[in-house]
C-alpha cells in the first residue's frame, strides 16, 4: 500500500501493516515524499489564486512572475494561507492537493490546474487581528492582505490554513482531468470555487499523474 512504489525496490516497508492513522502519517512524514495510499485521513482540493501559489509554495509559478518571490519566505518547509471559513471547515491532520485558478497569464499550463501536495497541520479560525499576530512570521502576508480577506471588518473571522511539507508536481492536472477522476468516482464535476473533501483513491489517482516520471 505505498503509492508510485517508493522504496519498493529495496523491499524496505514492503509488507509493512500499519492499522493506527496516527502512527502511519508520522512514517509518511518522515520518509517524505514516500505516501501510503491507504492512509486514512481526509485529502482537501484547495483553491489558490496563482499570486499566492508562487508566493508560498510553488517556484515554477512565481519564475513565471517578473518579480518572482522571496525563497526565504515562499520555499519554506511551513507556511500559511489564509481563506474564508465557508462553506468546508477542513479537519488537521489532512493532505492538500493545491488547485490554482485562472489568472492573467492564462497561457501557462499551470492554471486551472492541480500543482501540488502538501500536509495540512492546522485549521484555525479566528478573528483578523488574532490570526495576523499568531502566524505574521511566516512573513508572505500583510496585514492589507487580511484586512481585504475579512471584507475590511476586524470582527468577521476568516481562516487560516497552516500547511507544510509542500510537493511540487512536475505534472500539472488540469481541471479537465480531475473532473475526468472525480465522475468516475461518482463525484459530481467540480470549478474548485472553493475546497472539496475527496476520499483515498481520488488523491492516489491524482497524486500519481502529478508524480509521475
Not at 523491499?11 to 496516527?22: D, M, R
Not at 483553491?47 to 508562487?54: E, N, R, T, V, Y
Given at each position: 500500500?505505498?503509492?508510485?512504489?517508493?522504496?519498493?525496490?529495496?523491499?524496505?516497508?514492503?509488507?509493512?501493516?500499519?492499522?493506527?492513522?496516527?502512527?502511519?502519517?508520522?512514517?509518511?512524514?518522515?520518509?517524505?515524499?514516500?505516501?501510503?495510499?491507504?492512509?486514512?485521513?481526509?485529502?482537501?482540493?484547495?483553491?489558490?489564486?496563482?499570486?499566492?501559489?508562487?508566493?508560498?509554495?510553488?517556484?515554477?509559478?512565481?519564475?513565471?512572475?517578473?518579480?518572482?518571490?522571496?525563497?526565504?519566505?515562499?520555499?519554506?518547509?511551513?507556511?500559511?494561507?489564509?481563506?474564508?471559513?465557508?462553506?468546508?471547515?477542513?479537519?488537521?491532520?489532512?493532505?492538500?492537493?493545491?488547485?490554482?485558478?485562472?489568472?492573467n497569464n492564462d497561457y501557462s499550463n499551470r492554471r486551472s490546474c492541480i500543482v501540488g501536495c502538501s500536509y495540512l497541520d492546522e485549521a484555525?479560525?479566528?478573528?483578523?487581528?488574532?490570526?495576523?499576530?499568531?502566524?505574521?512570521?511566516?512573513?508572505?502576508?500583510?496585514?492589507?492582505?487580511?484586512?481585504?480577506?475579512?471584507?475590511?471588518?476586524?470582527?468577521?473571522?476568516?481562516?487560516?490554513l497552516e500547511f507544510s511539507d509542500t510537493e511540487i508536481f512536475n505534472n500539472p492536472i488540469p481541471l479537465l482531468k480531475v473532473n475526468e477522476?472525480?465522475?468516475?468516482?461518482?463525484?459530481?464535476?467540480?470549478?474548485?470555487?472553493?475546497?472539496?473533501?475527496?476520499?483515498?483513491?481520488?488523491?492516489?489517482?491524482?497524486?500519481?499523474?502529478?508524480?509521475?516520471?
Amino acid at each position: 500500500n505505498i503509492t508510485n512504489g517508493y522504496l519498493d525496490n529495496e523491499g524496505i516497508l514492503k509488507n509493512l501493516n500499519i492499522k493506527n492513522a496516527s502512527f502511519k502519517l508520522s512514517i509518511e512524514r518522515i520518509l517524505f515524499p514516500l505516501k501510503f495510499s491507504d492512509l486514512d485521513i481526509p485529502t482537501y482540493i484547495v483553491p489558490i489564486k496563482p499570486f499566492w501559489a508562487g508566493q508560498l509554495f510553488d517556484y515554477i509559478i512565481a519564475g513565471e512572475n517578473l518579480f518572482g518571490s522571496t525563497p526565504e519566505l515562499s520555499w519554506n518547509r511551513e507556511n500559511v494561507y489564509y481563506r474564508s471559513i465557508k462553506p468546508v471547515s477542513e479537519k488537521a491532520p489532512a493532505r492538500i492537493l493545491w488547485y490554482v485558478s485562472s489568472g492573467n497569464n492564462d497561457y501557462s499550463n499551470r492554471r486551472s490546474c492541480i500543482v501540488g501536495c502538501s500536509y495540512l497541520d492546522e485549521a484555525i479560525i479566528d478573528k483578523p487581528k488574532l490570526l495576523f499576530q499568531k502566524f505574521k512570521s511566516f512573513g508572505i502576508y500583510k496585514w492589507k492582505d487580511i484586512y481585504d480577506l475579512a471584507k475590511k471588518d476586524i470582527e468577521n473571522p476568516i481562516k487560516a490554513l497552516e500547511f507544510s511539507d509542500t510537493e511540487i508536481f512536475n505534472n500539472p492536472i488540469p481541471l479537465l482531468k480531475v473532473n475526468e477522476i472525480l465522475t468516475i468516482n461518482n463525484r459530481k464535476k467540480n470549478t474548485f470555487a472553493c475546497p472539496l473533501m475527496v476520499n483515498n483513491d481520488i488523491f492516489n489517482l491524482l497524486y500519481s499523474l502529478g508524480t509521475k516520471k
